[in-house]
Nanobody, 121 residues
């Protein structure tokens, strides 16, 4: 069992920045990739970014540039830096074990509880 705990969400104005943090515990395999997903009100959950054990990153089209994923494997920490936030970024952001870094919600092994990000114009 892997436990994922996100933090760092909040309410910000458009143009602001946030850094989301995910701390993993339990039986996480450090050889597996990790990812960030988000789900906006009334929409399906979508992938944002993923990172593998070697630090290779993958971003959903349109996400690269404002979103930056990083990790501290030894500390079991995953980060998502988001700059120039827009109202359409409003969503619950989830950390996940995405072993293959496919950014497909159906392939995720474990989910965190999510952290709310609200962007006002």
């Amino acid at each position: 069992q892997v436990y994922l705990a996100e933090s760092g969400g909040g309410s910000v104005q458009a143009g602001g920045s946030l850094t989301l943090l995910c701390v993993a515990s339990g039986g996480r395999n450090n050889r597996h990739g990790m990812g960030w997903f988000r789900q906006a009100p009334g929409k399906e959950r979508e992938g944002v970014a993923a990172i593998d054990k070697d630090g290779l990153t993958t971003y959903t089209d349109g996400m690269k540039g404002r979103f930056t994923i990083s990790q501290a494997i030894a500390e079991n920490r995953l980060y998502l830096q988001v700059n120039n936030l827009k109202p359409e970024d409003t969503a619950i952001y989830y950390c996940a074990v995405d072993r293959g870094c496919q950014l497909d919600p159906d392939d995720v092994d474990y989910w965190g509880q999510g952290t709310q990000v609200t962007v006002s114009s």
